[in-house]
């Protein structure tokens, strides 16, 4: 590779770097400003919520047949995207009978500790007096009995299990890219290193400018200095002409 086409390619990799710094900027913007929080943390923007599922629980089993079921499994470390159920009583009850077994929803369940699962409904029931009972398992379990259920109360006012919403779908490779990102490592590989990157080459190219315009006036100052050697030389060849025109006459009005 000559030095114009590595000159080239440093140019494109560097305009590429600066984009990708500009995008995740712009989006960390969108995502503060659009998004509010969950009770976990959880970044919630038009009704969505994505969130990396980070156990097994949902992996493919053999006990477990989903082939009747629009999302399959869920490998540890998918992107879900989860369908906020709704704040308004009303539309929250219409929300949950339209939900199907089968389906899967995103829920904080309290154990010794609220954690947030996301597990398939085994069964929903509506209550005569209002609410419904859910009850839902994981797909992956261990023998064909060996399965834990939750049980919600959707009638329990202001209940710590609750469910957050219902999955509508998933992508394995972005979960991986966003469990990537969430590491320390990831800060330093896509945020600070690319700083780093712009700022050298900013640096470089101030230095690159500022060499040139040094070398310039250095070349000015020679050829200044040259000029004024080249008339001192002209000077000094035309006096030297003068001088020996002069010893000339002198010589010849002696002889006369």
């Known amino acids: 590779m000559n030095k ?17 710094f500009l995008a995740v900027c712009i989006l960390s913007v969108i995502l503060t400003v659009f998004s509010k ?22 992996a493919e089993c053999k006990y477990t047949d989903v082939s009747d079921f629009k999302i ?46 996301t597990h398939r409904i085994v069964s929903i029931t509506e209550k005569e007096t209002g ?9 992956n379990k261990n023998a064909e009995d060996g399965q834990l259920f939750q049980v919600i109360d959707t009638s329990i006012p202001n209940n710590t299990n609750y469910v957050i919403g219902k999955v509508t779908g998933q992508i394995y490779w972005l979960g991986v890219v966003m469990s990537f990102l969430m590491q320390p490592i990831s800060i330093v590989l896509l945020i ?11 640096v470089l190219k101030i230095v690159k400018v500022l060499t040139a315009d040094k070398k310039a006036k250095q070349q000015e100052e020679m050829r200044a200095r040259e000029r004024e050697l080249e008339e001192l030389r002209s000077r000094l060849a ?16 002696e002889q006369s």
């Open 4 to 20: 114009d086409k590595l000159k080239k390619f440093g140019n494109i990799l560097s305009n590429v770097v600066v984009y990708i």
């Open 37 to 58: 929080k969950d009770a976990d943390g959880a970044a919630e923007i038009f009704g969505y919520q994505m969130r990396v599922v980070t156990s097994d629980s949902m």
């Open 72 to 117: 399959k499994s869920i490998p540890s470390r998918s992107m879900v995207f989860v369908r906020v159920r709704p704040d308004d009583p009303a539309e929250a009850n219409e929300w949950y009978r339209s939900l199907q077994v089968g389906d899967i929803l995103t829920f904080r369940y309290v154990y010794t500790t609220q954690i947030t699962i």
């Open 131 to 139: 609410g419904f009972i859910i009850e839902l398992a994981g797909d």
């Open 192 to 202: 600070i290193l690319p700083c780093l990157l712009i700022i050298s080459g900013e």
């Open 238 to 253: 035309l006096l030297e002409k003068e001088t020996n025109a002069a010893k000339t006459e002198n010589g010849e009005g």
